[in-house]
């Protein structure tokens, strides 16, 4: 079931509907917060529509990323199973 949060991103509050615990939203609304400082504290313009765009496009690659290490991950981890049920064969 969603429940209602209360966040705030950049000065402004927010409310948002999700089915995570308290803690996790929490946990997200603290993450977004900090991406959104180191870029905001790196830039001399304080155009909150770039900062928002940099940090979008910063998390962007860093889950694609992440995503393509599971799929490796997933690879190697098929091909260490197939070589355990070779050498349990032998």
Known sequence: MKTSHAVTVLGRELSVRSSAPEAK???????????????GSALKSGDAQLVLTLALLNTSEELIELRSRREQDAGIDNRISSMIAALETV
């Open 25 to 39: 939203v929490k946990a997200v609304e603290a993450f977004v917060n900090g991406k959104l400082q180191d870029i």
